[in-house]
């Protein structure tokens, strides 16, 4: 492993990462930025990706407070993770509207209710309108299970395994309009192996996934840091 590559894990974020993986941009200094950000957190299945940014914020490897989580389901199971963090949550069911505007509407006057600042989409499966990205410019961000701009959409590791790729991974982005195409914030590359199944490859891409994020989430938000004291 790389001298640079190792220091930047011993210093920062001390994950398992093996040397068939491979994570860019990785700086050698932390992003440090003061004082906390507040985050709004969407998600919509298991909620590990929720998980992990609990954990990083809880070992002070990132600089912030979960203000809220949103699920737009009710069976999903990041709502217990919630409840066993103690982390506020709320459902807002899509199925209770009839517009995607007026969920799109309910959810930011949610986030902006509680000052948030940054909104982070773990696992949302729903696509957001302008109402959201508008109201979050530069502050909403999105976690893919490909290497962005390959697999957009639904079920991307399916695509990548369709598609014989021999390596795919996974994209925290800005969110934009167009679906999975907003500026690429940090990406991390995942081998596959002739003996991965759907699973196996889900579960390796899932942990690359678990690195990134909280990483994503402290460069932003220094970025919106570091522009606030700018605009002063
Ligand atoms: C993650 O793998 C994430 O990349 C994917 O959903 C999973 C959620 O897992 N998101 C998308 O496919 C969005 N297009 P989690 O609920 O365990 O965090």
Redesign the pocket.
Known sequence: MNQDKKKYMENNLSYDLNEHSLISPLDSESPLYEPKIRLGVL????????EYIIKSIQNKKLNAEISILIVNNPNC??IKKAIKYKIPYVIINHRDYDTRLEHDRKVSKKLEDLSVELVV?????RIVGEELINRFTNRLI????SLLPSFK??D?IQQAIDKSVTITG?TVHYVQKEV?SGSIIIQAAVPIQEKDSKETL?QK??KM?HIILPLAIAKVAKNIRTNFKGNK
């Open positions: 998600a919509s299945g298991n909620g590990s990706n929720f199971l990041a989409m773990a696992g949302w499966m999105n976690i893919h299970p959409g639904v991307a996974c999975d889900k891409i899932q996934e």
